[in-house]
């Protein structure tokens, strides 16, 4: 595995353009994994990120309760799973999610929850929240798969 990069987010506006940005890199196929505590925005990043890349305008939920969403992109199709609510890894196969990863963009929120079934090719995005400030955010990047580093060069400031 290459080794992670860490970024220091001074607010929600920094992780909101990073998201942003990273969206006009993604093609079908890609898919990322978002880890972190309660609040830490993986939400908050997903959305900013579908968003920029919607077909038409609409609002972007959290998927708690519904477990995954689907939009129609500009780069594809898009899907947006949080797995916070499932308690078994059997849950996973009936979402479909296992398709979605060759097929479309996914960007799966507590992903940590798919244990060995999460993508090879996955790049992880951990957010985490900075103790002595509650609007900074650390968030590590992490990936094996090399697409990712010609990604983020373009994404990266």
Not at 105 to 113: M, P, S
Not at 114 to 120: R, T
């Amino acid at each position: 595995m290459i080794p992670p990069v860490t970024l220091t987010l001074p607010g929600a506006g920094e992780t909101a353009r990073f998201a942003e940005a990273l969206a006009g890199a993604l093609t079908p196929g890609d898919t990322l994994l978002l880890s972190g505590p309660i609040g830490a925005g993986k939400t908050h990043f997903a959305r900013h990120l579908i968003q920029r890349i919607l077909v038409e305008a609409e609002d972007v939920p959290s998927p708690t309760y519904t477990l995954v969403q689907t939009y129609d992109t500009v780069a594809g199709p898009l899907w947006h799973a949080d797995l916070y609510r499932l308690s078994s890894p059997d849950e996973i196969a009936e979402l479909g999610l296992a398709e979605a990863f060759d097929s479309a963009i996914c960007l799966v929120e507590w992903a940590e929850r798919l244990g060995p079934l999460a993508p090879p090719h996955a790049l992880w995005v951990n957010l985490a929240p900075d103790p002595a400030d509650d609007d900074r955010r650390q968030m590590t990047l992490a990936w094996s798969d090399p697409k990712w580093a010609l990604k983020l060069e373009q994404t990266l400031p």
